[in-house]
């Protein structure tokens, strides 16, 4: 997967006028961790999906994070979920057979953003609604970790509390923590 997606949104600029977060994506491809997950072709639970990627994946290091990209999930209503996050392993799991439709990329794109702005702790009444509209930094859609966001346009992007949040996030490689 292509990573501009992600300076576009948390930004590329430095002095911070693109209305970026500061934040640096390389890809790393550990000893251990890369390629498909063993064993399943689609993990059956939360519970399962988070032992296997635990047990797949042992990430100490606090400037790095595991994007996984599972087949599909299903909660036991019958909702279809997009992805999920754990913060303490540092885990960002997108489901890609759950987006479907015209604007599919560009759905699977703005999950990932998402997802990863939890890494972040962005909080806030807005994050996670599927009913609450927050406008984005250019009051053009809504903040990228609402559910309601419009992914037509290509663009993923954080409203002005969630870019806060993300630039006040120690540097963990200024803190010795690499």
């Not at 000893?31 to 797949?56: E, F, H, R």
């Not at 599919?104 to 990932?112: C, D, E, H, M, S």
């Amino acid at each position: 997967m292509p990573l501009d997606y992600l300076t576009q949104t948390y930004g590329g600029d430095t002095a911070g006028t693109d209305g970026g977060c500061f934040v640096e994506f390389k890809r790393i491809l550990p000893n251990k961790g890369s390629g498909a997950i063993p064993k399943y072709a689609v993990l059956p639970d939360n519970t399962t999906m988070q032992l296997v990627c635990k047990k797949w994946f042992s990430n100490k290091s606090t400037n790095i994070l595991q994007l996984v990209a599972g087949c599909k999930r299903m909660n036991s209503g019958e909702t279809i979920i997009l992805g999920s996050t754990n913060v303490w392993y540092r885990r960002c799991i997108v489901f890609v057979e759950s987006h479907t439709g015209n604007n599919r990329l560009k759905a699977l794109n703005n999950t990932v953003v998402h997802e990863i702005g939890h890494q972040f702790e962005v909080s806030g009444a807005h994050v996670d609604s599927d009913t609450l509209h927050h406008p984005n930094h250019e009051n053009s859609d809504d903040c990228i970790m609402t559910y309601v966001s419009d992914n037509t346009d290509g663009k993923s992007e954080f409203c002005i509390d969630c870019i806060k949040t993300v630039r006040k996030s120690p540097d963990p490689l200024s803190q010795g923590n690499n």
